[in-house]
């Protein structure tokens, strides 16, 4: 790990508001005594918006790869995209290619450990693809791309399960939602609620709770999937045959998880607040109330990936793309609460690595092992 906590930022898709929120969240003196921002970006985009949106920033070092990074300034990795045509407001491939250019050096830099954690601007999930990148948004390209990573050099076989499995999360200070589906169209959700899947990804958000959120005993709320919990049958059987059974499969194996609740009348009467998170069945069943209440505040997490993501909860807002009018707090909020996550990720790492060597040690045997670089 670099000695100073290294945040990787990519500029998302540059037609829309992505370097203005960057240069505004980082416009201020101390963030280079807090960490280092390392911004995966167009040098001269990054030039024009700090001229426009960053009159109280820090010095900016401007280098050409990453072995060039310097602690305690905010560094812009150039990516070397040439002659960049900016369309405010309008996606286009090439600012598709150049978001996809600035993820994946981002993710080489996190492999090679010259970053600590990733925080990544908007995209149009249109515009990103190609023949090379088919993926639905940030999500399914850093589970595919980690799974890749961990499988290089064994065999493949249709059986294994892939080592991480993305869970997507937005929160604030007050709420958690994940979601048992991500970006399905609504045709194929029901399809894919199935008693595993809900079980599976109940007992995930169970351990990111613990490992990212510091929560020792979380109580995790399930969603229903049908309105009305489905009316004991009368308006759809999936709450009887697979969201009641997971929640029971979870409690077997130790988890607090509670429900189904209906959707509706669980956000309208505040009962998120009794719960450590919430799973929801697909995209728009939690995310549309979690936005309502999290406003500017809210912050996308993919979880369960080797290293942290987070996002601003909010799209490229073409409409105001370039016009000194976005709000930086979503991404102030994503880069703080990374921050954040990486550091409680860390102390669970440590507290429960080793625990027969920590056994050992605290009877005053195996006194020749350094307990710090034994959990570090």
Same mark, same amino acid.
């Given at each position: 790990?670099?000695?100073?906590?290294?945040?990787?930022?990519?500029?998302?898709?540059?037609?829309?508001?992505?370097?203005?929120?960057?240069?505004?969240?980082?416009?201020? &003196?101390?963030?280079?005594?807090?960490?280092? *921002?390392?911004?995966? @970006?167009?040098?001269? $985009? !990054?030039?024009?918006?700090? /001229?426009?949106?960053?009159?109280?920033?820090?010095?900016?070092?401007?280098?050409?790869?990453?072995?060039?990074?310097?602690?305690?300034?905010?560094?812009?990795?150039?990516?070397?995209?040439?002659?960049?045509s900016l369309h405010p407001g309008e996606p286009t491939k090439e600012s598709g290619e150049a978001a996809v250019a600035a993820l994946e050096a981002a993710v080489e830099a996190i492999e090679e450990g010259m970053i600590d954690l990733i925080?990544?601007?908007?995209?149009?999930?249109?515009?990103?693809?190609?023949?090379?990148?088919?993926?639905?948004?940030?999500?399914?390209?850093?589970?595919?791309?980690?799974?890749?990573?961990?499988?290089?050099? &064994?065999?493949?076989?249709?059986?294994?399960? *892939?080592?991480?499995? @993305?869970?997507?999360? $937005? !929160?604030?200070?007050?709420? /958690?939602?994940?979601?048992?589906t991500t970006h399905l169209p609504v045709a194929e959700i029901a399809q894919a609620i199935t008693r595993e899947n809900v079980t599976d990804s109940i007992m995930r958000l169970d351990k990111v709770l613990r490992s990212d959120f510091g929560c020792e005993r979380p109580k995790i709320a399930v969603l229903s999937l049908n309105p009305h919990c489905g009316d004991n049958g009368l308006?759809?059987?999936?709450?009887?045959?697979?969201?009641?059974?997971?929640?029971?499969?979870?409690?077997?194996?130790?988890?607090?998880?509670?429900?189904?609740?209906?959707?509706?009348?669980?956000?309208a009467t505040d009962a998120y607040r009794n719960f450590d998170g919430v799973l929801a069945m697909y995209h728009d069943q939690g995310l549309a109330p979690f936005k309502a209440?999290?406003?500017?505040?809210?912050?996308?997490?993919?979880?369960?990936?080797?290293?942290?993501?987070?996002?601003?909860?909010?799209g490229t807002a073409y409409d105001i793309a370039w016009k000194g009018e976005a709000d930086p707090t979503s991404m102030r909020e994503a880069i703080y609460k990374g921050i954040d996550l990486w550091r409680n990720r860390e102390r669970y790492r440590r507290a429960s690595a080793n625990p027969l060597r920590k056994a050992r040690m605290e009877k005053g045997q195996d006194k020749t092992v350094d307990l710090t670089k034994e959990t570090l």
């Amino acid at each position: 790990m670099a000695k100073n906590l290294r945040v990787g930022i990519t500029h998302g898709d540059y037609n829309g508001v992505g370097y203005e929120i960057i240069v505004k969240a980082l416009a201020d &003196e101390k963030i280079p005594e807090i960490f280092t *921002p390392v911004v995966f @970006a167009s040098q001269t $985009l !990054f030039e024009k918006a700090r /001229k426009e949106y960053g009159a109280e920033m820090p010095a900016v070092e401007y280098v050409k790869n990453i072995s060039q990074i310097k602690d305690g300034k905010i560094n812009v990795v150039d990516l070397h995209l040439g002659d960049l045509s900016l369309h405010p407001g309008e996606p286009t491939k090439e600012s598709g290619e150049a978001a996809v250019a600035a993820l994946e050096a981002a993710v080489e830099a996190i492999e090679e450990g010259m970053i600590d954690l990733i925080v990544t601007a908007p995209i149009n999930k249109a515009a990103v693809q190609s023949e090379q990148f088919h993926f639905p948004g940030h999500t399914e390209y850093l589970e595919a791309k980690s799974n890749r990573n961990e499988n290089e050099g &064994e065999e493949s076989s249709d059986d294994a399960s *892939p080592a991480y499995k @993305a869970q997507m999360i $937005l !929160f604030d200070d007050y709420l /958690k939602v994940a979601l048992v589906t991500t970006h399905l169209p609504v045709a194929e959700i029901a399809q894919a609620i199935t008693r595993e899947n809900v079980t599976d990804s109940i007992m995930r958000l169970d351990k990111v709770l613990r490992s990212d959120f510091g929560c020792e005993r979380p109580k995790i709320a399930v969603l229903s999937l049908n309105p009305h919990c489905g009316d004991n049958g009368l308006l759809g059987d999936d709450e009887i045959e697979k969201i009641i059974p997971a929640i029971e499969d979870a409690e077997e194996n130790g988890v607090l998880a509670f429900g189904p609740y209906a959707a509706d009348g669980f956000f309208a009467t505040d009962a998120y607040r009794n719960f450590d998170g919430v799973l929801a069945m697909y995209h728009d069943q939690g995310l549309a109330p979690f936005k309502a209440l999290a406003g500017e505040h809210g912050v996308n997490f993919t979880a369960g990936l080797p290293f942290v993501r987070t996002s601003p909860d909010h799209g490229t807002a073409y409409d105001i793309a370039w016009k000194g009018e976005a709000d930086p707090t979503s991404m102030r909020e994503a880069i703080y609460k990374g921050i954040d996550l990486w550091r409680n990720r860390e102390r669970y790492r440590r507290a429960s690595a080793n625990p027969l060597r920590k056994a050992r040690m605290e009877k005053g045997q195996d006194k020749t092992v350094d307990l710090t670089k034994e959990t570090l």
